[in-house]
């Protein structure tokens, strides 16, 4: 079975532009997940989605980040305008169901903001 | 959901158990304690989950105390692709969020 595939792996932009980041789950996973890790810290979850409906973007800031998930499978999460402080690795993770013990996490995408 | 304290780092001699605790006092009756691991430049990864018993599977063992406020995961043969970051989480069986803190940095040492 596939993992959660993630791209791009590494990305380089200055402050004030914007940035894509796509995802795209493990087959038949109704339940997405976007995480934001800076440097020596746990993940962080940002929003969670159940199929193509948002569950929890409680901690999404809203007025730079957004995240789609169309038709119900792959997802983008952008910024717009980036700052210093976005710098941080961002995580997919898939489940079958939400609340399910065992997350599947993608490998992320490492974001640096200059 | 409740918070865990966990060591910021330890070091284990590859061969030997690697016990790695995790204090959890404030646990509520129905929360579990959850255990992944983030290898360098990975995703985290589950390893195991348990209520009140004591939990094995292949990747691990999970010890939780009586009074449930503490509990220790082993890698009984630490080997060197075990280095990683282990993460102690509590919540609700199926609850919503992950709250990871910042871990436990394992180093296992030739």
């Known amino acids: 079975e596939a993992g959660v595939a993630q791209s791009p792996r590494y990305k380089i932009i200055e402050k004030r532009q914007s940035v894509a980041f796509w995802c795209n789950p493990i087959?038949?996973?109704?339940?997405l997940y976007w995480y934001q890790q800076i440097l020596g810290q746990g993940p962080k979850l940002l929003i969670q989605?159940?199929?193509?409906?948002?569950?929890?973007d409680s901690q999404l800031p809203k007025d730079r980040f957004s995240a789609e998930r169309l038709k119900g499978v792959d997802s983008t999460l952008k910024i717009q305008p980036a700052k210093l402080e976005d710098s941080a690795v961002y995580l997919c993770?898939?489940?079958?169901?939400?609340?399910?013990?065992?997350?599947?996490f993608g490998p992320g995408t490492r974001l640096t903001v200059t | 959901d409740a918070k865990t304290t966990q060591p910021p780092s330890m070091d284990c001699a590859e061969g030997r158990a690697a016990n790695l605790p995790c204090n959890h006092s404030?646990?509520?009756?129905?929360?579990?304690v959850y255990w992944y691991r983030q290898i360098h430049s990975q995703g985290p990864q589950y390893i195991i989950h348990?209520?009140?018993n004591n939990e094995t599977n292949e990747m691990a063992s999970l010890i939780i105390t009586e009074d449930r406020k503490s509990s220790t995961l082993i890698l009984p043969h630490a080997t060197l692709r075990d280095t990683a970051v282990y993460y102690c989480?509590?919540?609700?069986?199926?609850?919503?969020?992950?709250?990871f803190g910042a871990g436990t940095i394992l180093r296992v040492k030739s």
């Open positions: 993770a898939s489940t079958r169901l939400a609340g399910l013990y065992e997350q599947y």
């Open positions: 087959s038949g996973h109704a339940t």
């Open positions: 989605f159940q199929n193509n409906g948002v569950v929890d």
């Open positions: 404030t646990i509520s009756g129905n929360e579990y």
């Open positions: 348990g209520l009140k």
């Open positions: 989480i509590v919540r609700r069986e199926y609850g919503n969020k992950l709250v």
